[in-house]
């Protein structure tokens, strides 16, 4: 499978890609294992393809391109390198996933770059939910924990994060949870002028309304998160996990919380961690959270009522 990349036994000599782990819009990612004396070493390879194909951005804007889509085409590149730029920045936060090693390759013949990104090598939340279907209300707990802590170490190097979601989270085997994927953070004096990114299923009001965003907007983020595996994996306005829903419900469930319809207390969390996620998910974001300090303040103060 490494045939596909072969400069990668010049990065990394001894490393090879053994396993397709996933593929999406910010990259393809990879188990790759080395062998040491009969030690087993895995981590994680992510490659970042920018552009993903050989087409020459001048013929796009000769064709009638616009210049958003060219900058997308090309910009991906720049979503690698920022990735690295973030992760070597929170390298010594234990709630963000451990990068490892990098490295970037031109291509001389074409507007064309590789960018490899080596990390430690988790389970995705994802994979944890298949198997287990449901977080305790302890997990959801810890969950939010541990990203605040993550949270709190973005703010202290101006970084807003703006991609939490299901997919982006990892588990330890000891059960603590890491945030990954950084491409399309950005850093807070770049936020005003920035192009609104993000999945929308998690996106706070006014960043897709209004293209606002701040550190509340991953607050707001985070407490949806919780908020969807406190209410038996539904996001709220889909009723319950007895049905699914079709991509019009889905749209109208959207709307509603867009528009500030007050969103139903969770169908499975206790009164205080409801309070909580009510709180970091609310639509005003000056009723929120301010930073993610005193969202993981009051999560362990859950703990210690109950004595964890």
Known sequence: ?????PELKEIWPGWKIVELLGKGLGGTVYRAVRSINGIVIESAVKIIAAPEDLYNPAIMKAEGAREADIELYIG??????????CLLKLKSCSHVVNIEDFAIVKRDDAIKWNVYIRMELLRSLTDYLTEKQRLSEDEIIKL???????LIQCEKNNIIYRDIKLENIYITEEGCFKLGDFGISIKKECAESAIVKGNKNYMAPEMFLEGKCDKTADIYSLGLLMYMLANGNRLPF????????NDEEREQAFRRRMTGEKIPDTRYASKELNRIIMKACSHDPDRRYQNAEELNEDLKAIHMIRGK
Not at 76 to 85: H, Q, V
């Open 1 to 5: 499978m490494d045939t596909t990349y």
């Open 76 to 85: 991906k590149a720049d979503d690698g390198l920022n990735e690295i730029s």
């Open 144 to 150: 939010g924990s541990d990203l605040s802590e993550a």
């Open 238 to 245: 889909l009723g319950t996990d007895f049905f699914k829903a």
